[in-house]
């Protein structure tokens, strides 16, 4: 006798995704006038031509509260339908209240509950296990996923090996509560990690803690690099594993974008022809939490994602933290 519908496990389906990017582009030209640098060393190096900097009102709640109300449009949802909403940022507006609450308050919700979640270019995958464990769990029906950044303001701009890198904007994810039975659909598994042995490879010396507040990013580029490529590879591998699936299982590729060549290197382990990595650190840069769903939203958005497809996600930041989700769209 096959289980009722209701005893069934729950999933999280991915029903929505939407991105904001600040109106403001610097070209690797643009930066090259005030710095030591090239357009050819940044293209070469990491992939990257440009980035969006927030400009005035675009900060962190701001960029988020828009990502969010296109993610619940394209899932065809209301504010009133949102039970939570988890925001991964690193560049919150305020100490406290959470950039979540911000958001909330924008987006005019009362009720249900709203929090950050701190896992530096992890932070969306982290968000996003947070939230599908909730809705397994029966906590929350719908969940808004939110990664929100405006690094140009942590950023040293005399510091051409780190300046140069990153972007700021925001992507979110309306989750809602399915049946595992619905074609198969939704967040399949998710897989974080951390290890704080390597926290000094990759920060922000500073925070309102501190009394050298505000505090500027600084990353030992080559240590980080070389730990994602290793990291990377067995969170990719460890997703696939957990549903005995092979790499041929895997329609696309939505990689944090922190260097095309690391992008690259994962493509090449998954067997991926580059048409199925989607890449948008050319044109966004590095916009740390941001950039998974920024990527989802642009390829879902012009149809190279389609229902059904399954969408493998990774990401590692300061920490270090790292993870993989594996999402049937
Ligand atoms: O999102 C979080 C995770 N982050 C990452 O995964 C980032 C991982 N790391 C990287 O992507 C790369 O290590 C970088 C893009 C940050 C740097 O690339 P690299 O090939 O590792 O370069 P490098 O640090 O070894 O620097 C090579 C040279 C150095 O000059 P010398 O010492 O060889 O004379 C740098 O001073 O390039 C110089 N350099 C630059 N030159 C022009 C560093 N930054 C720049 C720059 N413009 N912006």
């Not at 005399?158 to 659909?185: I, K, M, N, P």
């Not at 041929?248 to 382990?269: F, S």
């Not at 199925?276 to 939203?297: E, G, K, M, Q, W």
């Amino acid at each position: 006798m096959s289980p009722s519908p209701t005893a069934s496990p729950r999933r999280a389906l991915l029903a929505g995704v939407g991105g904001y990017l600040p109106r403001r582009i610097v070209t690797n030209d643009e930066l090259a006038l005030k710095l030591d640098t090239s357009d050819e060393w940044i293209r070469e190096r990491t992939g990257i031509r440009a980035r969006h900097i927030a400009e005035g009102e675009e900060t962190a709640a701001f960029m988020g509260a828009r990502a969010a109300e296109a993610a619940l449009a394209a899932a065809g949802a209301g504010a009133r339908e949102v039970d939570a909403i988890i925001l991964a940022t690193s560049t919150p507006d305020h100490a406290f209240p959470s950039t979540a609450v911000e958001v909330q308050a924008l987006l005019g919700i009362t009720r249900g509950f709203a929090f950050d979640v701190a896992a530096a270019c992890s932070g969306f995958i982290y968000a996003l296990a947070v939230a599908e464990g909730m809705i397994r769990a029966g906590q929350a029906e719908g969940v808004l996923v939110i990664g929100s950044e405006v690094y140009s303001r942590i950023l040293d701009w005399s510091d051409r090996r780190t300046c140069v890198l990153f972007g700021d904007g925001a992507g979110a994810v309306f989750l809602h509560a399915t049946r595992e039975e619905t074609g198969g659909r939704g967040v399949l598994s998710t897989h974080i990690h951390a290890d704080g042995r390597h926290r000094d490879i990759l920060y922000v010396d500073g925070a309102v803690g501190r009394r050298e507040r505000p505090g500027h990013l600084r990353m030992d580029g080559q240590a980080v690099f070389r730990q994602a490529v290793t990291l990377l590879a067995a969170a990719v591998d460890e997703a696939l594993a957990a549903h005995g699936l092979g790499r041929e299982a895997v329609d696309w590729l939505v990689p944090h974008q922190a260097n095309r060549r690391i992008i690259d290197a994962m493509g090449r382990r998954l067997g991926l022809p580059p048409e199925r990595v989607v890449v948008t650190i050319d044109h966004h840069a590095n916009t740390s939490a941001a950039s998974i769903p920024l990527a989802l939203a642009e390829a879902v958005g012009d149809g190279r994602i389609r229902p059904g497809d399954l969408v493998l996600m990774e990401a590692l930041g300061g920490g270090l933290t790292w993870g993989s989700a594996l999402v049937r769209m």
